[in-house]
């Protein structure tokens, strides 16, 4: 049986880079690091922002940080993806697939630049 | 030897001390996701490392649970109040569906191939560079022993018990 990620690994990050919460909440613009203990105890999960300012702060890709919602949420738009190429509607079903097989997707074209 | 394990599986190592608890959290042999040394003193001290104990198995869910092995005929020198905190913790991860295993202090000195503790402390640390500023000189004789130590013992344990496997486990519980 493949065993679940942990919803986040955000107390692992912060180790390796030898710092404490309220260093991390600084960086984020908290007083305090009771917001980053809640995330560390999975009490909490950070908005959209946050999440991103973490990534920032640790150099690590959200998905790999939050490793264990990303797979839950993989999984339910899987099966939905599912689902859905059983469906009535071709166009979604076709969408679907691609959902489900993403070495069949075409590559995406840049939407931002970077400075 | 190699041993086939789930890449994700987790293991709690808890190495207990007179002053608080070392702790160590593995997904896999080469993962380390948690460590530390949780210091606990004066009141209720043995009540508070139980509870500590269950917090990080509620945290983390681990699959097995490692600890020191406390057989009385393997002349363990560990004080009756440790060994009785070991007990509390094994039950602790029994009510909990987590599996608990034993590791002897001999086979974690023949699996680092040493008998100093601090020696296999430098060993860990360079192989989890992540730790290497916890890592304790020697001690002085003089000196009472550095509470981060225990943080080794525990990254000692689940490192044997990565490396000896579940099979050795096994057979060691049918012997």
Partial sequence: MHKQHLPN?????RKRHRVGQRHVA?????KSGTKISRYEQFSRIPDLPTVFALEVIYGVPASELFAGIFDDARQKVEEHARHAIRGPDPMLAAFASLVLDPSARPPAKPTTTSS | MKHSF???LCVLAIDPASRGLGYAVFEGPDALIDWGFRNIRRVRKDVRSVEYV???LRRYKPDVLVLESFDSDNHVHRSPRVLALLCAFTSAATKRGTRCERISRHAVRAVFASSNKYEIARKLAVRFPETKHWCPPPRKIWQSEDT???IFDALALASTYFTVGPEFMQRRRAA
């Fill in chain 1, 9 to 13: 690994y955000l107390r692992t990050h």
């Fill in chain 2, 54 to 56: 269950e917090m990080l």
């Fill in chain 2, 148 to 150: 981060r130590i225990n």
């Fill in chain 2, 6 to 8: 789930d890449p994700n």
């Fill in chain 1, 26 to 30: 600084f960086l984020l613009g908290s």
